[in-house]
């Protein structure tokens, strides 16, 4: 079964089976909802179905950056996102790293499976953008995104990235950022980053302050904002970090629980080469004893691996080769381990016990998120 996994999935899986995971059900769901007074009045959270207040989702967790992958409805999508459910997981926002996203399979997604999904849209790196954007303005490019946020009820801009191992961004990546930028003043939409941190060691350590100093310049306020990927970053007292949020912006460790182990080779040009989970745990127990837990948010990044895998368990018992119950006690594992809430099934518990209380971990998974999410909308 490790076999099929392959990689940081089967390291991930095989943590969890040696008994390394105390307290699989890392998140409980108890505890207080945010405060009124710290989210504006008439702010919401835009989800593919509706426009919600922060407090219609609950005590869960809202995970600021996945990748749900609805090119199609998958049984086995839905399958994936009830685990979540189960792992305290109560708001999905679905980054866009490609081309656009299928609203229409989103809203089925989020009907089938009771899960508020966000949908996003923005432009992640150089090798990916569309041949018109190279010819567009900043601001065309802007009055772009704004008109789609507006007519696809979409709910914030990202994952808005820079290519790996890159010393600094590319003249269209800046142009894209600051379009982004513009984009986001005349929507409020929140932006979150992909950050190349860990691809490459061309990569300096200020790139994620490099990326906030573009929108602060064309007047985005820092909070609005969530630096992606700086989870990967080597900075064991955490510098970097206390200085993104000194500034008032957000710090997303959303490739957490080993997503990549480390790649002392580099055999694969621009594949991430992780930090530990030990490092990480470090890195945010320094950014606690700073003060700086409410700048903290959460997240998988999680793609279609899960699915994958869990098709080939379901052909097994298909087949035959495991029974029902076999089948399904893998998965429940399976998912725990790699799939959309991983960052509470496998990390939570690393933070917990290294002396992180529950208070803390309630303001880092649910508060923060919901305060980044929410936006009061413009026309």
Known sequence: MLGLLGGSAGLSLKSILDGEMQGVSAFQTRGRGVSPSTIPKGAIIRTVLKDVSPSELGP??????????A???DPLLIEEINAAKKAGVSCLVSAKAGGRQNIANLKAISTDSAMPIVACTGYYMQSSYPKEILAQSEDQIAEDLAQEARRDRLGAFGEIGQTADSAAMTPD??????????AHLRTNLPIFTHNPYGTGPSVPKEAGLRQLDVFEAVGVKPERIAIGHVCCLDDPKADIMKAIAKRGAYIGFDRMADHHPPDPKGSVPG????????????MILELINAGFANRLLLADDATTQARAVSG?????????????????????????????????????PKLRAAGVNQATLQT???DNPLRFMAFEPKM
Request: one cysteine or more.
């Open 364 to 366: 880092i998974v649910h």
């Open 312 to 348: 080939q368990i379901s052909q097994m018992v298909k087949d035959e080769w495991l029974t029902v119950a076999e089948g399904a006690s893998i998965k429940a594992t399976l998912y725990k381990a790699i799939a959309f809430g991983r960052c509470l099934t496998v990390f939570v």
């Open 271 to 282: 594949a991430v080469r992780d930090t530990s989970d030990e490092l990480r745990v470090k």
């Open 60 to 69: 869960g967790a809202l995970l600021f950056h996945e990748h749900v992958g």
């Open 71 to 73: 090119n199609t409805i």
């Open 173 to 182: 990546e800046l142009k894209v950022f600051r379009a982004v930028g513009k």
